[in-house]
């Protein structure tokens, strides 16, 4: 829990009573390695927090695993767009190793919401992060190399680098395997 309190109060200002009602409205929960947490076509009913752990987000396209989205410690995922509209969601979300999350429901989330402004505001700072994180790789997309992407990816997300499968690594560089493969034999540190 205080990982998350920790995260919140980086972004917001909170008074002892939002401190309360966080630990209150949160589930702690532990997920094993490879579990998935949602799959496409179910309603997202959860924002996740992870304290501890890394979660991948990826959607299947004509059979092919996209991963768009890896989270890792203090990190919030969710398929926002099932979550706000309770619509299928097209994303999965998949634990890569073991995971301690932190979790509100959709109704806690509401009650959370009508106890004043921060809820709503929380949720558009989340939102703009991870819009701008999307947009920075989409950038990325259009300025780096394969080669660029790699090292910037090691650089700015070691445990994930350390951590993630270089299927998964290489998807969401936008590569496949054999690609990152020959990369990184070129990298030495």
Known sequence: MRNLINSLKSRVSLTL???????KHFELIDIPTNTIILKSGMVEHYIHFVSSGIVKGYQNIDGK???????????FFTSLDSFMTETPSLDYFETVVDC?????????????????????NLVEIITNEHLNQKIERVQDFQTLTAKGR????????????????????????????????????????
Do not use: H
């Not at 695993?65 to 990190?75: E, F, G, H, R, T």
């Not at 301690?100 to 709503?120: A, G, H, M």
């Not at 990152?180 to 540190?189: D, E, G, M, P, W």
């Open 65 to 75: 695993i996209v991963v768009q989205y890896l989270a890792d410690d203090n990190s």
């Open 17 to 23: 009573d939002e401190v309360s009602l966080i630990e």
């Open 150 to 189: 790699y090292l910037k990816f090691i650089k700015n997300n070691p445990k994930l680098a350390l951590n993630v499968s270089i299927e998964n690594m290489a998807s969401f560089l936008g590569m496949e395997p054999q690609s990152l493969s020959r990369i990184r034999k070129q990298v030495t540190f």
């Open 100 to 120: 301690r999350l932190l979790r509100v429901s959709k109704p806690d989330f509401e009650i959370l919401r009508s106890y004043n402004d921060f809820w709503s």
